[in-house]
Nanobody, 129 residues
Framework: QLQLVESGGGSVQPGGSLRLSCAASGFTLDYYAIGWFRQAPGKEREGVSCIGNSDDSTDFIDSVKGRFTISRDNAKNTVYLQMNSLQPEDTAVYYC??????????????????????WGQGTQVTVSS
């Protein structure tokens, strides 16, 4: 069974940093792109960032550019989201999900949200003073 588990969330003050981890089991990440998504209170789930099998990354939200960095370590079967300069508007439950990327051509992250699957249970990020 393909499974993804998020971890690394917590409570920080504005300007602080967190590193989220997305660990895969039941499959290897070699042939998949992994996206990070978030859902804030009262809002729908939205894409944050995505990394393909080619290591090309895509930021779905302009507000995270220059602050969030996505990376992958296929040997550890894990994808990370380094979040710096966190602000209260970043408060949300963060999820990761996968979509097939068999060729690593960089196109997989262009898929719509409904093409991602194997959603994890999420990890809470709270930014407040």
């Amino acid at each position: 069974q393909l499974q993804l588990v998020e971890s690394g969330g917590g409570s920080v003050q504005p300007g602080g940093s967190l590193r989220l981890s997305c660990a895969a089991s039941g499959f290897t990440l070699d042939y998949y792109a992994i996206g990070w998504f978030r859902q804030a209170p009262g809002k729908e789930r939205e894409g944050v960032s995505c990394i393909g099998n080619s290591d090309d990354s895509t930021d779905f939200i302009d507000s995270v550019k220059g602050r969030f960095t996505i990376s992958r370590d296929n040997a550890k079967n894990t994808v990370y989201l380094q979040m710096n300069s966190l602000q209260p508007e970043d408060t949300a439950v963060y999820y990761c999900a996968a979509t097939p990327d068999p060729y690593g051509s960089g196109w997989a992250c262009s898929k719509p949200l409904n093409k991602f699957g194997s959603w994890g249970q999420g990890t809470q990020v709270t930014v407040s003073s």
